[in-house]
Structure formats: C-alpha cells, structure tokens
C-alpha cells in the first residue's frame, strides 16, 4: 500500500486487573477500505476497537488519525473526530422516531433567533434530512421517517443506525457485528449498504465471525490473535479455512502476510 493509513495504531496495550486484552497491538485502516477484524473469542477485538473509538482508554501504545495523534476520552470525542462505531448492540432509542434518533445529541436549530435563543428545532430540515440520507441508500422501504425505531426490523434498525454515521461527515466507520442477529435477506441488506457506503469514500472496520460475509465485502482481513494483530490477509489469495486456521492458531501464516 503507497497510501498513508487514516487509522493507525501501534503498541497498544490494555490490562483488565490481571487480563491482558491487548498486547501491543497494531491496526491499520486504509483510505476506501472495508477492513474486516476477525479472532477467535476473547481475542480482544473489541477491546481494539474501543481503544480506537474512545470507549476504553489503552495502558499503552499509540494512535492516529489521518497522522494526528489522537487520545479519545470518550467515544463522544471520537465520534466529534469522526469515528463513528455502530455496536451490535444499537445505540438507538427504540421509542424515539427515525429522525429523532438521526439527530440525537446535533439537532437542527431553526434560523434566526427562533433557533439562537429559543432553542427551537427546526424538524422540517431534520426530516428532510434523514429521508434524504436513507434514499440515498437505498433504505426507503422504511415507510415513514416519523416511524418508531422499535416498529422497525433487525436489518432496517442497522441500517438507520450505518445511514446515521454515514451522513454526519464520518471519517470512518466501525461496525461491530452489524449481520449478527439478522436474517438472511436482511444480512443482505446491510452487506449492501456497507459496500455502498465504502463507495462513497468512507473506510470501514467490519468486526465480524461471519467468514462468508467477511469474504464477500472485505478488501483486507486483519486477524486478531491473543491480543494482536497475527496478520493482514487479502481475501482473494486465502480461503476461509486459511483465516479461520491462522485465528485458531492452527497454522502459521506467511511472512508478507504478518509484515503487513
Ligand atoms: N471490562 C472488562 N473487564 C475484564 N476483562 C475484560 C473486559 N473486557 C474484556 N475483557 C477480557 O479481555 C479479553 C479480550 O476481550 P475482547 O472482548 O476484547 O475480545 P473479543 O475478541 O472481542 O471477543 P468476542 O469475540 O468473544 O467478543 C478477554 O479475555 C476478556 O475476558
């Protein structure tokens, strides 16, 4: 790769008492990448990419956005830097509408002093907003932009939540698990919508144990090992049972594939 990583991370440490979930790991994220994270349980993948959203703060080692240094407090900081991670388990308010929850924390104010001093918000620009941003997508089968998160299904909640850190000018976006309790067509869906978003420029880290979706859509395979980066494998040269033996521990991977 001659292009510089968005994301970088080296050395990277975290102890939990006398656990060590990371153990001076690297991470790199390329610019228009999908990069899936795979590694057996307890491998410390999301110990990884907490440390990389602000959700955890590391022992040890170094991190980088667009070659800053970055030290996230919080993931609200990251997500302000553009980091934006949708967790398996949804950020979203189930009883909060589409538009509500696109906005949550940065409503439109309306114009003037109606907005300045009286706080007032302007849902008109909102809801035009979230329609627009999920037609982009493709997500307009949700029926209404008023609709109650909890009345829609699996794939349509991720995907409000992936049109939601697509459309506020993400740098990257982290997804953890985003297929993991959903069906077939749905997992469809989302798949989609993360190619399509990866179109539009914005990097993906797709954390994922669903090696035929992970093989479908990734561009390069970072696999997690005992608190590190074990290696970097392209797709289209390793087969699944290569990556599931390599995060197993079953077999050794190749030398170009662990200097990258
Ligand atoms: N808050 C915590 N307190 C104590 N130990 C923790 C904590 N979070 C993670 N760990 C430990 O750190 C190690 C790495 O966990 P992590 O959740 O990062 O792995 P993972 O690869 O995401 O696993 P999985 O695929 O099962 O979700 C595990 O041994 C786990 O028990």
Not at 141 to 166: D, K, P
Not at 215 to 244: Q, T, W, Y
Request: hydrophobic residues 45%; charged residues 25%.
């Amino acid at each position: 790769m001659t292009q510089a990583p968005i994301l970088k991370a080296r050395g990277l440490v975290k102890r939990y008492g006398r656990v060590t979930a990371l153990d001076n790991a690297d991470f790199d994220l390329y610019p228009g990448e999908i990069l899936a994270v795979i590694g057996d349980n307890g491998a410390g993948k999301s110990s990884l990419i907490k440390a990389i959203s602000g959700a955890v703060q590391v022992d040890d080692g170094k991190i980088e956005l667009e070659g800053k240094p970055i030290n996230f407090s919080s993931p609200l900081e990251a997500r302000d830097a553009g980091i934006e991670t949708v967790y398996q388990t949804l950020a979203l308010s189930p009883a909060l509408s589409i538009t509500d929850n696109m906005f949550v924390g940065r409503e439109i104010r309306k114009p003037g002093v109606l907005g300045s001093v009286f706080k007032m918000l302007d849902h008109k620009a909102m809801e035009k907003f979230a329609r627009d941003r999920l037609s982009e997508l493709g997500l307009m089968t949700i029926q209404s932009i008023n609709q109650a998160v909890e009345t829609l299904s699996g794939g349509q909640r991720q995907g409000v939540a992936v049109a939601r850190a697509a459309a506020f000018g993400s740098k990257v976006i982290i997804l953890d698990e985003p297929t993991a309790a959903l069906g077939v067509k749905e997992s469809r869906k989302v798949l989609e919508l993360i190619q399509d978003v990866r179109s539009r420029g914005i990097p993906i880290v797709l954390i994922s144990h669903n090696m035929p979706h992970v093989f479908e859509v990734a561009d390069r395979i970072h696999v997690h090992r005992l608190g590190k980066r074990l290696c970097v494998i392209d797709p289209k040269e390793n087969s699944m049972s290569d990556a599931v033996a390599y995060m197993t521990g079953a077999k050794t991977p190749p030398e170009a594939a662990v200097a990258a």
